[in-house]
Structures are given as C-alpha cells and as structure tokens.
C-alpha cells in the first residue's frame, strides 16, 4: 500500500479505521422500532412499523412488503433520494423473512438529521438496528460500510462528507451476517459503487477491508441488542425453572 | 451449532442445531427451518421446554399465540363476530356468544371501544386470529359479572412492551406482589402489552399505571426498594387531599 | 385509519383523572411536559423533546431576489412536516396515498400557528434580512419534522423553529459600491439572525364542554379533548398568537387564568431554551478554535451559491487544518487498529451518553410528587442501553 494509506486522516484516523459509534435504541415512543444513529457526525434516526396488514397495491399474497422512505433534513425529498430508497429496498427486502407472514407490510423511515459521510451506510445500520428492536424477522445480520477511493490507489474506510467529495469513487459495501459467535459467516448482499476505481487489485483489497469493518459494526449491533434486552447485566427474559 | 440452551443470547441468522431423522421438536417464535437446520430469525434469549424451542424478544407488537391472554378493543362488530383490536398483525374476531352462559336471547352487548380480557383460541396463517371469553370448568355466568374473562369496566389501560407483561404473567417481575402490599387494587394483564388496572380513586391508578411502566428496567430488588420508599412519601401526601 | 384504537376505559379515565385534579400521567392541570432542546453541529438543527413528543427542526439560509413589492424584506418560511415515522395511522396514511403527509391539514395548521407567532409578530423581522434592496435579500426557510407524535406537537413545533432559528448563523455581508461580498465562515464569525423576542406558545386542552382546560395534553388525553386552546406568550407578557379553533366554548375568565399559566410556562422555557443556547456555544467554541485559527485569503463567494449550515464553506477550513495536521502523523499501516482501539472508544463513549439518555428519559416520563416514581428509577448502573417500552 502506499505511504498514503498509513498517514493520518484529518480527523486522526487511519486509512482502515472506522470512527465512533453511538445508538440509542427505542428512541422512538409510538414505533414499534426505532433508533437513533451516530455514526462520527452523521446522524440519522429510523423508525419501524410493521407488520402492518397491507393493503391495495401494498398487498403482495406471498410474502411481507416492504417500503422504505427517506426524509432530508432540509427541503422535500429528491430524486437522489428516491434512488437511496431503491437501494435500500432491494438489501431489506433480502434480509426480512418476507415469507413468514404474506400480505404484511413492514414500512422504514428514515430521518437524516446529519450529513457528514457514509450516509447510506448509516443508514443500512441505523434500519437493521430498528429492525432488530421491532423484532421483525430477519434471515441475518445486514451492516453496512462505506469505501472512498483516492488518488494513488489509496482508499478510506467511513469517509467523512469531505473525505467523500475528495474522492473519485465511493462504494457502499453491505455484507449479511448469520452464524453463532466463534466464526459468523457472511455474505455480500449489496454493493454499489459510483465513480471511477483506478483498479481491479485495489477493489478487491478494498472489498476485505470493508468486510472486517462491517464486522465490527456486526459487533457493535449485536452488543447494543443484546444490552437493550438485559436489566444492569441480568438477563431480563430470565429462565423459569 | 449451539448445543446448550440456557442464558443464550441469539441474533438473526444464527444457526441452532441440525435435525436429524426423528427428531420431534415443535418450533416457536423466532425459529425458522432452513434446510435441515433450525435458524433463529430474531434476537432474543433461547428457550427450550420439553420438545419446544423458542426465542423470547421484547418487542411492541403482539403476535397472537393460542392460548394466551389478550386485552382487545372492540373496534367493530358484524352479526356474528366482535373485531376486537389486540395490537397485533390484523385484528381479531370474538364471537358474540363466546361468553360463559352467553344465549341468544341473553348476551353481553359490548360497544365499540370497550375493553374485554379474552383468550386466543386459534391462530392461523391465512386467517385472523379468534378469541373466546369462555373459561371450560367455571360455574359463573357472565352475568354476575364473576368471570374470569369478558368486558373491563372502569380504572386504566395501560400500553407497555411485550417482555414486561410476559415477566409480571411468569411471575419474573414482582410489581403487583410488591405493590399489593401497600394499596388494594385489581389487576388484568394481558400477553399483548397491556395491563388494566382499577382501583380505589383516580389518583391511586395514575400512581399504579406510572410505577408499573417504570418497573420494566429494573431489577426486582430496586423495585421493591423504590415503592417502599415511594409509599413513605404517599402517605404523607395523598391522605390530606382525600 | 386504523391507529392503536383508544378505549373507552381510557378515555373515560383520562376525564375522571382530569376531575380528580391530576393527569394520567401525574402531572397537575397547570403542568407542561419537561422540555429539552438539544442542538446539532450544524447552525440551525435542533432536535426538541416534549414529554415524549419528538421534533427535529433545521433551517436553511439562501440569498434571492427579493419581489418586486416589497423589494427591501426578506423571506421567513416554515414547513412541518408530519413524518410517517411519528405514528401508525400517519404510517398508514403515507403507505396508501403516498408522498402527502406534509399537505396534511393538521401540518398546515401549524405552519399557520408558525407563521402568526414567529413572523407575524415580528419575533424575526422580514426587514433586517434585506442585503441589498430589490436585488438580493436573505430567505430563511425553516423545515421542521416531527418524528415522535406524543401529544401536543404545535408547541413542539413552534419551540424546535424559535431554537433553531436563534441557533442559525448567517454568513457575514460587506457591501462595496455595487459588490457584495459574503465571507465565508472562515474569514468571518457568522452572524446570528435578529431575533426581537421569543413567543413560546402554550396550548391548553378543554375538556368537559368548556368547564376544564388542562396545559400541554398528551396523547391520551387529546383522545377526549373538545378543542385547544394555544396561546403564545414571550416575555414580556405579551401575547403574539392566540389560536382558538372552534371547539367547546370556554368562559372567559378561564381563558384569563390559562393565559398568566401560559405566560409561567413561557418564563420557564425561555430560561432553559437560553440556557441550552449557552451550553452549546460554549461546547461549540471550545471545538471550533482551532480551525477559525487558520488564516485565508479574502474571496467573494457567488451570490446564489446556497451558504448554509457549515458543509461547503467549512471544506477549505478543514481541508487547510488537516495539511497542518498531516505532517506531524506518523506512520502505522495497521488495520487492527479498528478492532481494538475504536471498539473500546465507542463503548465508553455510549456509557456516557446512554447515562445521559437515562436520566432526559427518567425526569420526563412523569414528574410530580403524586408520581414521584422518578426518585428511585435506576440510574442505569453500567450504562445500559435505554429501552423505552
């Protein structure tokens, strides 16, 4: 790698580092799920409902529907936006067990309270933990982890919103996790990548690197889940014999 | 594969344990067959009884199972059914006569917004789940209002997570032990986040509804603690108002 | 629209509570929820809880042309929108009829509640944002969400606009001749907008046809509601807007007695709405020194270029702190570095934050000494994640 990846970033990270996560789980009063997400600066808060008895053109006789919406911070929704929502879509629509319950809906919202970086990334995070707490049925674990790529066949974990502007590409890397604790097996589910990548190497070490951090946010999801169902350490559901 | 079932925390997409020919085990929530595996699809602590296997999640909204104790709203009724809203997927039907000693002629007449304690008799896929007042083995009538299940009249319904009303109905979570020891009142809770409690002025429910909503992050012992010093101060306070 | 249906057992409860003097939630009739401002990074977002109402509120700054009938005053816009994620039959709404819940009637009435209090009464003068007359002036448009539908979001609203609108900086102006310059936040101190005073609206629920009003109703209890009643009050005890829409009728002296409650509760939110505006100033300064520090070059920006928040003007200060910062790093190509170091960080960093989470949560829920049931809440020991039911 080059002499780039190893020095620091603006905000003193390193080039394979991701920054601070913070959630607070059930932010939300009426939804059935819900949380709100920092990820460094980029916050968004997500809220679930569902299932929900679909209805109309909603109702599909197989399996659950699933719909996704996106609120910007400032103004209506934009076209971009519509594109995220798609985006998005496609990865939940994998990940809920849809078949479980036909004619149901389960329905995403998404408030971006701030952008600085790996917003769509944030996002897939902050939608499977609210999942996760509206104890939805999901077939595994989706994280999620943004890649920018520079100059010199360099690239950036988590890039902050200035860090993504510097780049000529940005990936957002999402990997499904399933699997007991020692060894969690997991699998590409969605990948999209804008702008001009200078190589082939370069992606495919890109592509490991993005893995081992979306393990870490697997990590960290699966701690504030299991934490937000004890009582200061002791189980909450305890075992009755 | 997991083998030991106790204090086991799972998360969506962990693999369970293989099944093998003959094995006879019924699956609960949050379990999924794949294949000839057993997958957990949400988190929660595992539970194993006998051949049942489920995972328990605190979640908000209800999945009806049979047998459990519901409180419904009343939202709608047809000539043969009651519609009674229980928080969950779609709403559930109770049938005019599933009450104790219920005729024709002679009948509950629930409006639309009563709150009736029901039990789920059946549950299926494709269809919307049913509900019944009636209790095999009672000699009371609805009538004389004795019932075990039927329609709730007057005090406080009060909306709360799952896993709280599953602890206080497995008796994990003590708030009514402990509260009862200090102020008389009568409770209902049912398996889909709602508890109905009435006592003796309006005063008494609202401090009942708000202590019962707190206990659900704490440990029993910091329950018990908190309503003993709490009734130190009630009792200062409330017996000069009435 | 199938919302969790309300029942008869509570509503009648919540009318027999009201009568009894006390609230379903344990407050007294003259008590308002606990209120919290928390402010973003950016100028100009705010997230404001009532109780457990939820609102999220940020405001854009742009330069346009003024219309040519009043060539020398600004714009000050609101839009609410009622986010499907606030509650189920909003959700439901959105799922069949599609992109519309901001056109929804309750939304437009708080955008006219807005509009009376904020710019209506001169709390913001449309004047003091002209730049240039007839050529350039300044439009505030202020977006707010509610995203947690708990009881009584017109006020949540009116507080999340007035914060955020005394939060918002604009960049800073120099005419010269027939040039404008507006200086990027680097080069100058942003200025804050001119706020003259602040109408913190109160609403009240009636209750009983007339014979009851109870301030800032929750959710429960906007279910027996027979009208509201939102006054709002800055102050200086005067009254900006007062809103009555139909209803049951009330008499007037209760209407007296709820407006000097209103004014109480106006003193009261006003201290702590400025209290949190110090609190973030503070907290901002100290992290935003450094790179105000660093010297640049005078430019003029383009003038419809959208200057808001921090985002591209905050780009050459960052970009120019970092080159400093770049050449004192030393090098450490190593990518466990994620593993080890940044786990731990956002750990103990959410124990602090849950801490605080825990006790917003707490003093909220119900806060009075008939329900004095905070006291004891656990104070989360070893920072537990907050699970609110």
């Known amino acids: 790698m080059s002499e780039f990846a190893s020095l620091g970033r603006r905000d003193g990270r390193k080039a394979y580092e991701i920054r601070g996560f913070r959630c607070e789980l059930g932010y939300l009063e009426r939804a059935d799920g819900s949380c709100r997400l920092e990820q460094g600066k980029t916050q968004v808060v997500a809220g679930v409902y569902g299932p929900l008895e679909a209805r109309g053109r909603n109702e599909l006789p197989d399996k659950t529907f699933v719909d996704v919406s996106i609120r910007p911070c400032q103004g209506y929704a934009a076209d971009y936006l519509r594109l995220r929502e798609r985006e998005l879509k496609e990865i939940f629509v994998a990940t809920i067990a849809a078949e479980l319950q036909p004619r149901s809906c389960v329905s995403l919202v998404i408030q971006i309270i701030e952008n600085d970086g790996s917003l769509k990334a944030a996002m897939i995070n902050a939608c499977m933990l609210s999942l996760l707490s509206a104890g939805i049925p999901c077939n595994w674990i989706a994280s999620s982890c943004t890649v920018s790529y520079h100059s010199k066949d360099t690239f950036l974990l988590d890039p902050t919103l200035v860090e993504e502007l510097e780049g000529h590409a940005t990936a957002v890397i999402s990997y499904g996790f399933e699997g007991p604790k020692p060894v969690p097996s997991h699998n590409l589910i969605g990948l999209s990548c804008s702008g001009f990548v200078s190589s082939k190497d370069i992606y495919f070490s890109s592509l490991s690197y993005s893995q081992e951090a979306c393990k870490k946010v697997y990590e960290f999801i699966q701690l504030v889940t299991k934490r937000s169902q004890t009582i200061d350490g002791e189980q909450l559901s305890g075992i009755d014999h | 594969m997991i083998s030991k079932f106790d204090d086991v925390f799972v998360f969506p997409g962990d693999k369970l344990f293989k099944l093998e020919n003959g094995d006879n085990i019924r699956i609960g929530q949050g379990i999924l067959k794949k294949g000839d595996c057993l997958v957990a699809v949400k988190p929660g602590y595992l539970h194993k009884d006998g051949n049942k296997v489920w995972v328990e999640t605190a979640q908000k909204r209800y999945i009806p199972a049979v047998g459990d104790l519901v409180i419904g709203v009343v939202v709608d009724r047809s000539s043969e059914f009651y519609q009674v809203d229980v928080g969950g997927f779609s709403t559930a039907l109770l049938p005019l006569l599933a009450f104790e000693g219920a005729t024709k002629r002679n009948r509950p007449h629930l409006s639309v917004g009563s709150a009736v304690y029901a039990r789920v008799v059946s549950v299926d896929r494709d269809s919307e789940p049913q509900l019944s007042c009636l209790l095999p083995g009672t000699q009371h009538s609805w009538v004389t209002g004795e019932t075990v299940f039927g329609e709730l009249k007057q005090g406080n319904l009060i909306h709360c997570s799952i896993s709280l009303c599953r602890n206080i109905l497995l008796g994990r979570n003590t708030v009514f032990t402990e509260l009862g020891k200090y102020i008389p009142f009568e409770q209902a809770t049912g398996m889909n986040g709602r508890i109905w409690v009435r006592s003796q002025s309006a005063g008494h429910v609202v401090l009942l509804s708000n202590l019962i909503i707190c206990s659900e992050n704490m440990t029993n012992d910091q329950l018990s603690g908190m309503i003993r010093s709490l009734v130190s101060k009630m009792t200062t306070q409330m017996s000069p108002t009435r | ?389």
């Open chain 3, 1 to 389: 629209m199938r919302d969790e249906p309300v029942s008869l057992l509570e509503k009648n409860f919540a009318l027999e509570a009201l009568q009894a003097d006390i609230r379903v939630d344990g407050r007294k009739l003259d008590e308002a929820r606990l209120v919290n401002f928390e402010f973003g990074s950016q100028y100009g977002t705010v997230t404001v809880r009532l109780g457990k109402t939820k609102v999220f509120s940020s405001v854009t700054v742009e330069v346009v042309e003024p219309t040519t009938d009043r060539p020398a005053e600004g714009f000050v816009t609101f839009s609410v929108d009622l986010s499907p994620m606030a509650s189920e039959s909003l959700m439901l709404e959105y799922l069949s009829s599609g992109r519309t819940s901001s056109t929804l009637e309750e939304a437009a009435e708080i955008v006219r509640f807005l509009q009376q209090t904020i710019r209506e009464s001169h709390a913001i003068d449309t004047e003091t944002l002209c730049i240039v007359a007839g050529v350039q002036v300044w439009a505030i448009r202020v977006d707010i969400h509610v995203i947690d539908h708990c009881g009584n979001a017109l006020d949540a609203c009116c507080m999340a606009a007035l914060a955020s609108l005394l939060h918002v900086r604009r960049p800073d102006v120099t005419i010269v001749g027939n040039d404008v310059f507006i200086h990027g936040l680097e080069e100058r101190e942003p200025v804050p907008l001119t706020v003259h005073h602040l109408p913190i609206s109160v609403s009240f629920g009636i209750f009983l046809d007339g014979d009851l009003i109870a301030m800032d109703p929750n959710l429960q209890e906007e279910s027996v509601m027979e009208g509201t009643l939102s006054i709002a009050v800055n102050a200086h005890k005067e009254i900006c807007a007062f809103r009555k829409a139909g209803g049951a009728p009330v008499e007037t002296s209760l209407i007296f007695k709820s407006a000097s409650n209103a004014y109480l509760r106006a003193t009261e939110v006003t201290v702590q709405l400025e209290k949190a505006l110090k609190d973030t100033y503070n907290r901002n300064t100290i992290a935003s020194v450094k790179p105000l520090q660093v010297e640049t070059t005078k430019k003029a920006f383009p003038l419809n270029e959208q200057v808001q928040g921090v985002t591209a003007v905050w780009k050459h200060v960052v970009e120019q702190h970092a080159l400093e910062n770049e050449e004192k790093r030393e090098d450490q190509p190593n990518m466990t570095s994620i593993s080890n170091t940044e786990m731990k960080v956002f750990i103990s960093d959410s124990e602090g934050s849950y801490e605080k989470v825990d006790e917003l949560s707490a003093s909220t829920d119900s806060d009075d000494e008939t329900a004095p049931a905070v006291i004891a809440r656990p104070r989360g020991g070893k920072g537990r994640p907050k699970n609110k039911k």
